[in-house]
C-alpha cells in the first residue's frame, strides 16, 4: 500500500477554468500551461481535461514533455517553453512542436533543418525583458523578425516574454511589473510599425491576470499563459467573487498514536518538548517523501477536518502531529496535506517558499487517482 495518495478531480479544473474564463476578454486566447507534469498532477489527464473545456493550445518546458503528449494521441498545437538543442531540432519539428526560439542565430539553423526535413517550423520569439534566462534581447527582435519573414520553411506565429515578479504584490515588485510591460509594448509597438507583429503575442500569466488583467489582455495582447490557476492557487490574492480551488487532496493515514507526558523532547535535535501530557499520531511519510522539512513546528495538516500542528522536525520517513485536541482520531484515519482544506501556498507562505515547492516533491511521490 502506498504512504502518499493524491486524488485529482477533475470537476474541479473544469470549475477552475469557468473561475479563470470570465476574467479572459474572448478575444484573447488561452495556452494552457502544463509543465513539470502538468505541475506534478499528470500532464495528460490536465491537457484532456483543457481540451474538453475548449483550450486549444498547451504549453510545456521541454521537448521530451511535448512528445510524451504527442504519444499520448494529443495533436493540437504545443508550445515548448525552452531552449530545444540544435540535435533534436528536427524531431520537433516533424512532431509539429512549436519551437521557442531565443537569438537569432537559431533562426537559420532552424530554417535549414526545417527544409531538410520538409516540413514548417512553427516558432515563437522569445524576449527577455528582465527575467535573465531565456529571450533576445529587446533591441535584436525586429531584426530577428525581419530576417524569420524571409526564411524558407518558418512561420513565426507568436511573440512572448516573461513576467517575473507578479507573484509579489509590493511596491518594488509591481514596478518591475510594469517596467517588463513597457519593454516589451515598447517592441510589440515597433515590430506592429514594419507589419511583423505576428498572430500570438503574450506575457501574461495566472498571477498576472490577478495583479495587471487589464495590461496583460488588451492592447497588442492576444494570448495568455494559464497553469496554476487551473489547478486551483491563486499565488497572488485576488478580490474575485469565485475563487479557484485545488484539484489535487494529497493525502496520508495515520500510522501510529502515542501519548507523551509533559516535558518530554520529540523528533531530532530536540527542536519541540511537551508542555502538558501530549496525544501524538505519527505518519508514515516524511522528507523522503517531498515533505518540506523546514514545516516542522510550522506547519499543519488536517484530521477529520480539523488542524492539527507539525511537531518535531520532519525525519526520512515521518512527521509527527499533536493530535491532543482531536481525540477521536484513530490509527488509519486519513490526513490531508494539501487540498481544499488546507493550501499548500499558504503552507510555503508560512516557510518563505513557492507553492510547487511544496505540491511538486509531494505529487512525485504520489500514487494519483483520476475522479
Same mark, same amino acid.
Given at each position: 500500500?502506498?504512504?502518499?495518495k493524491?486524488?485529482?478531480?477533475?470537476?474541479?479544473?473544469?470549475?477552475?477554468?469557468?473561475?479563470?474564463?470570465?476574467?479572459v476578454?474572448?478575444?484573447?486566447?488561452?495556452?494552457?500551461?502544463?509543465k513539470?507534469?502538468?505541475?506534478?498532477?499528470?500532464? %495528460?489527464?490536465?491537457?484532456?481535461?483543457l481540451?474538453?473545456?475548449?483550450?486549444?493550445?498547451?504549453?510545456?518546458?521541454?521537448l521530451?514533455?511535448?512528445?510524451?503528449?504527442?504519444?499520448?494521441?494529443?495533436?493540437?498545437?504545443?508550445?515548448?517553453?525552452?531552449?530545444?538543442?540544435?540535435?533534436?531540432?528536427?524531431?520537433?519539428?516533424?512532431?509539429?512542436?512549436?519551437? +521557442?526560439?531565443?537569438?537569432?542565430?537559431?533562426?537559420?539553423?532552424?530554417?535549414?533543418i526545417?527544409?531538410?526535413?520538409?516540413?514548417?517550423?512553427?516558432?515563437?520569439?522569445?524576449?527577455?525583458?528582465?527575467?535573465?534566462?531565456?529571450?533576445?534581447?529587446?533591441?535584436?527582435?525586429?531584426?530577428?523578425?525581419e530576417?524569420?519573414?524571409?526564411?524558407?520553411?518558418?512561420?513565426?506565429?507568436?511573440?512572448?516574454?516573461?513576467? %517575473?515578479?507578479?507573484?509579489?504584490?509590493?511596491?518594488?515588485?509591481?514596478?518591475?511589473?510594469?517596467?517588463?510591460?513597457?519593454?516589451?509594448?515598447?517592441?510589440?509597438?515597433?515590430?506592429?510599425?514594419?507589419?511583423?507583429?505576428?498572430?500570438?503575442?503574450?506575457i501574461?500569466?495566472s498571477?498576472?491576470?490577478?495583479?495587471?488583467p487589464?495590461?496583460?489582455?488588451?492592447?497588442?495582447?492576444? %494570448?495568455?499563459?494559464?497553469?496554476?490557476l487551473?489547478?486551483?492557487?491563486?499565488e497572488?490574492? %485576488?478580490?474575485?467573487?469565485?475563487?479557484?480551488k485545488?484539484v489535487?487532496?494529497?493525502?496520508?493515514?495515520?500510522?501510529?498514536?502515542?501519548?507523551?507526558?509533559?516535558?518530554?523532547?520529540?523528533?531530532?535535535?530536540?527542536?519541540?518538548?511537551?508542555?502538558?501530557?501530549?496525544?501524538?499520531?505519527?505518519?508514515?511519510?516524511?522528507?523522503?517523501?517531498?515533505?518540506?522539512?523546514d514545516?516542522?513546528?510550522?506547519?499543519?495538516?488536517?484530521?477529520?477536518?480539523?488542524?492539527?500542528?507539525?511537531?518535531?522536525?520532519?525525519?526520512?520517513?515521518?512527521?509527527?502531529?499533536?493530535? +491532543?485536541?482531536?481525540?477521536?482520531v484513530?490509527?488509519?484515519?486519513?490526513v490531508?496535506l494539501?487540498?481544499?482544506?488546507?493550501s499548500?501556498?499558504?503552507?510555503?507562505?508560512?516557510?518563505?517558499?513557492?507553492?510547487?515547492?511544496?505540491?511538486?516533491?509531494?505529487?512525485?511521490?504520489?500514487?494519483?487517482s483520476?475522479?
Amino acid at each position: 500500500m502506498e504512504r502518499l495518495k493524491a486524488e485529482i478531480y477533475k470537476d474541479r479544473i473544469k470549475a477552475n477554468i469557468s473561475v479563470v474564463m470570465a476574467h479572459v476578454p474572448e478575444t484573447v486566447q488561452v495556452i494552457g500551461v502544463v509543465k513539470s507534469g502538468g505541475y506534478g498532477h499528470g500532464a %495528460s489527464e490536465i491537457a484532456k481535461s483543457l481540451i474538453e473545456s475548449e483550450i486549444g493550445y498547451i504549453a510545456v518546458s521541454d521537448l521530451e514533455e511535448g512528445l510524451e503528449l504527442r504519444k499520448q494521441g494529443l495533436q493540437l498545437p504545443i508550445l515548448v517553453l525552452g531552449e530545444i538543442s540544435e540535435r533534436n531540432l528536427a524531431e520537433a519539428v516533424l512532431k509539429e512542436m512549436t519551437v +521557442t526560439l531565443s537569438n537569432v542565430e537559431a533562426v537559420k539553423k532552424l530554417s535549414r533543418i526545417a527544409e531538410v526535413v520538409e516540413s514548417t517550423a512553427k516558432v515563437h520569439v522569445k524576449v527577455d525583458t528582465g527575467m535573465g534566462r531565456f529571450g533576445m534581447e529587446p533591441e535584436s527582435v525586429v531584426q530577428a523578425l525581419e530576417i524569420l519573414s524571409k526564411a524558407p520553411y518558418v512561420k513565426v506565429e507568436g511573440l512572448f516574454s516573461h513576467l %517575473s515578479a507578479t507573484f509579489c504584490n509590493d511596491d518594488e515588485s509591481n514596478a518591475f511589473t510594469l517596467s517588463q510591460l513597457n519593454i516589451f509594448d515598447d517592441v510589440c509597438q515597433e515590430a506592429n510599425k514594419k507589419n511583423l507583429l505576428p498572430e500570438m503575442v503574450h506575457i501574461g500569466s495566472s498571477t498576472a491576470l490577478i495583479g495587471f488583467p487589464d495590461l496583460v489582455t488588451t492592447g497588442f495582447y492576444t %494570448s495568455i499563459r494559464i497553469g496554476t490557476l487551473f489547478l486551483g492557487y491563486e499565488e497572488r490574492k %485576488s478580490d474575485w467573487k469565485r475563487h479557484v480551488k485545488p484539484v489535487a487532496e494529497i493525502y496520508t493515514d495515520v500510522h501510529m498514536i502515542r501519548t507523551l507526558p509533559p516535558g518530554h523532547t520529540v523528533g531530532y535535535a530536540q527542536t519541540y518538548t511537551t508542555n502538558r501530557e501530549t496525544r501524538l499520531a505519527i505518519l508514515p511519510i516524511g522528507y523522503g517523501h517531498g515533505f518540506h522539512r523546514d514545516l516542522g513546528n510550522i506547519g499543519e495538516v488536517v484530521i477529520n477536518g480539523v488542524r492539527a500542528a507539525i511537531v518535531g522536525k520532519p525525519s526520512l520517513g515521518q512527521i509527527i502531529v499533536d493530535i +491532543t485536541h482531536i481525540p477521536e482520531v484513530k490509527v488509519g484515519d486519513r490526513v490531508i496535506l494539501a487540498g481544499k482544506a488546507i493550501s499548500a501556498f499558504e503552507e510555503g507562505c508560512k516557510i518563505g517558499r513557492g507553492t510547487w515547492e511544496i505540491m511538486l516533491p509531494l505529487l512525485e511521490h504520489c500514487e494519483r487517482s483520476y475522479i
